[in-house]
């Protein structure tokens, strides 16, 4: 492994194990209520008792089978990040045309601006008994609630991102007869591509927080809907490994998103160091 690679693992992970050693510290002192907040092994134990398969029956069969991937973590998992990435890319989606629109076009950014600008600051789990209301419970409200956490970061970033490109390359591009779709295609498009994708990354984080706060509602089923069904039952190391697991999720994805930015923007004077 490079050397500088490993000092920056260790750098990124020193001060979780440091926390976590305290943590442990505290709970075996009984300085803490272990009821109120287990110690770190208590909820790998339950993190582990939450991955492990069970015994599933099946009617078709008319037998118990063990399925591999039956645990309950995994089932959660699967479904809480399939409702993630649907609800961003349906954000996305909508958001990145309507910003190159709003970005390009001074007169659809008048009018539609003062909409937007009013629709904003509105968090999406106010939108929580209108999604009931007009989707029912399921996926629906839940994919419409993180659609609307992700479209508003990936739009005002875009929006920005077309706004700010450096007036010396457009007028470059005009001086060698670039016409509007070169333009766009060639010059707006690269050099708004640094905000569309800071918009992208803020969105997808918000569509984690959304994430929960839908599966608490509208679902029966995700990381979100299992933490407070452990609430109700005063589990607070399930609880714990819950929060956790939605904890690795964000982070993986953000290293992943991370790198495909520098991947995609090595081009980028701002990426050279």
């Given at each position: 492994?490079?050397?500088?690679?490993?000092k920056?693992?260790?750098?990124?992970?020193?001060?979780?194990?440091l926390?976590?050693?305290?943590?442990?510290?505290?709970?075996?002192?009984?300085?803490?209520?272990?009821?109120?907040?287990?110690?770190?092994?208590?909820?790998?134990?339950?993190?582990g008792?939450y991955?492990?398969?069970?015994?599933?029956?099946?009617?078709?069969?008319?037998?118990?089978?063990?399925?591999?991937?039956?645990?309950?973590?995994?089932?959660?998992?699967?479904?809480?990040?399939?409702r993630?990435?649907?609800?961003?890319?349906?954000?996305?989606?909508?958001?990145?045309?309507?910003?190159?629109?709003?970005?390009?076009?001074?007169?659809?950014?008048?009018?539609?601006?003062?909409?937007?600008?009013?629709?904003?600051?509105?968090?999406?789990?106010?939108?929580?008994?209108?999604a009931?209301?007009?989707?029912?419970?399921?996926?629906?409200?839940?994919f419409?609630?993180?659609?609307?956490g992700?479209?508003?970061?990936?739009?005002?970033?875009?929006?920005?991102?077309?706004?700010?490109?450096?007036?010396?390359?457009?007028?470059?591009?005009?001086n060698?007869?670039?016409?509007?779709?070169?333009?766009?295609r060639?010059?707006?498009?690269p050099?708004?591509?640094?905000?569309?994708?800071?918009?992208?990354?803020?969105g997808?984080?918000?569509?984690?927080?959304?994430?929960?706060?839908?599966?608490?509602?509208?679902?029966?089923?995700?990381?979100?809907?299992?933490?407070?069904?452990a609430?109700?039952?005063?589990?607070?190391?399930?609880?714990?490994?819950?929060?956790?697991?939605?904890g690795?999720?964000g982070?993986?994805?953000?290293?992943?998103?991370?790198?495909?930015?520098?991947?995609?923007?090595?081009?980028?004077?701002?990426?050279?160091?």
């Amino acid at each position: 492994m490079n050397l500088s690679v490993l000092k920056k693992l260790l750098q990124g992970v020193i001060v979780p194990l440091l926390a976590l050693v305290l943590w442990q510290a505290l709970s075996f002192f009984n300085l803490i209520n272990p009821q109120i907040m287990p110690s770190p092994l208590a909820v790998m134990k339950k993190w582990g008792e939450y991955l492990a398969p069970t015994e599933a029956y099946t009617p078709e069969l008319g037998s118990y089978a063990l399925w591999l991937l039956s645990g309950e973590l995994l089932q959660d998992a699967y479904a809480s990040m399939s409702r993630v990435i649907g609800g961003f890319l349906i954000g996305g989606v909508l958001a990145l045309p309507l910003g190159l629109l709003m970005g390009t076009n001074k007169t659809v950014y008048k009018l539609l601006d003062p909409l937007i600008q009013v629709l904003r600051p509105i968090p999406p789990i106010a939108y929580i008994p209108l999604a009931i209301l007009w989707f029912g419970l399921g996926n629906p409200p839940a994919f419409f609630l993180i659609s609307i956490g992700s479209f508003f970061p990936i739009l005002m970033n875009t929006i920005a991102g077309v706004q700010h490109v450096d007036g010396i390359y457009i007028r470059a591009a005009r001086n060698l007869g670039a016409g509007q779709l070169t333009m766009f295609r060639r010059v707006i498009l690269p050099a708004a591509t640094p905000y569309i994708l800071t918009g992208a990354r803020i969105g997808m984080g918000t569509a984690f927080i959304v994430v929960i706060v839908a599966e608490m509602i509208a679902v029966n089923n995700g990381l979100g809907f299992r933490i407070l069904e452990a609430r109700e039952y005063f589990w607070s190391d399930k609880i714990i490994a819950g929060m956790f697991t939605i904890g690795l999720f964000g982070l993986a994805i953000d290293i992943a998103m991370n790198a495909l930015n520098k991947h995609l923007l090595k081009w980028h004077r701002g990426l050279e160091h």
